[in-house]
């Protein structure tokens, strides 16, 4: 069974800049999650998914962070504009439904200077 | 603030050594704790869980222990090898609709060969 996939691994920009990060979740799952990781901190909510609808985005900055997911798979994370306190590891989970277990892909790196 | 935490940032162990991270937790009415192991450039994954009605859990080589009274959970790694070494957190799901997801700030275990 194939993983999460996430893309691009890393990326480096600069302040003020815009960014986005795509997710692939495993086949079938209804339930798609975006986290951010600062260095030395545990994962971090930011959206929850469920199918093409938003159950959680309390912790979303929305002022700059934005997440879809229209058609129920994939999703986009955008930052903009980006700020130096952006720079973390983005992780996208996904699980077939909200109580079950959490697959997580391997991040995105983001490095803003 | 978060509502899970680890003890200790850093565990450095003894390959064939038994290792022992805790974790502290400050909501009683929590219902469903994780541990997690994430290794260098990769997303977290998961090892074990325990529900609030149980006391012990045990895997492959994992036991994880909940103390409700002192609100304590701790994951055992029974004769640690080179490839335990990595960030290991605790993860509490709240309830609700969400079933939400928050993670402790992690301990770094280190095997010494």
């Known amino acids: 069974e194939a993983g999460v996939a996430q893309s691009p691994r890393y990326k480096i920009i600069e302040k003020r800049q815009s960014v986005a990060f795509w997710c692939n979740p495993i086949?079938?799952?209804?339930?798609l999650y975006w986290y951010q990781q600062i260095l030395g901190q545990g994962p971090k909510l930011l959206i929850q998914?469920?199918?093409?609808?938003?159950?959680?985005d309390s912790q979303l900055p929305k002022d700059r962070f934005s997440a879809e997911r229209l058609k129920g798979v994939d999703s986009t994370l955008k930052i903009q504009p980006a700020k130096l306190e952006d720079s973390a590891v983005y992780l996208c989970?996904?699980?077939?439904?909200?109580?079950?277990?959490?697959?997580f892909g391997p991040g995105t790196r983001l490095t803003v200077t | 603030g978060e509502s899970v935490g680890l003890h200790l940032p850093t565990l450095s162990v003894q390959e064939g050594d038994n290792s022992i991270i805790n974790c502290a937790y400050s909501?009683?009415?929590?219902?469903?704790f994780i541990w997690y192991k994430q290794e260098s450039g990769k997303g977290p994954q998961f090892i074990i869980d325990?529900?609030?009605?149980?006391d012990k859990r045990q895997g492959q080589r994992v036991t994880v222990l909940l103390n409700k009274t002192v609100k304590h959970l701790s994951l055992q790694i029974a004769a640690t090898q080179p490839g335990d070494s990595a960030v290991y957190f605790c993860?509490?799901?709240?309830?609700?609709?969400?079933?939400?997801?928050?993670f402790g700030a992690g301990t770094t275990v280190t095997v010494r060969a």
């Open positions: 989970a996904s699980s077939p439904a909200p109580a079950y277990e959490q697959y």
């Open positions: 086949s079938g799952h209804a339930t």
């Open positions: 998914f469920q199918n093409n609808g938003v159950v959680d």
């Open positions: 909501n009683s009415a929590s219902d469903y």
């Open positions: 325990i529900r609030s009605n149980m």
């Open positions: 993860a509490e799901l709240s309830g609700g609709n969400d079933y939400k997801l928050s």
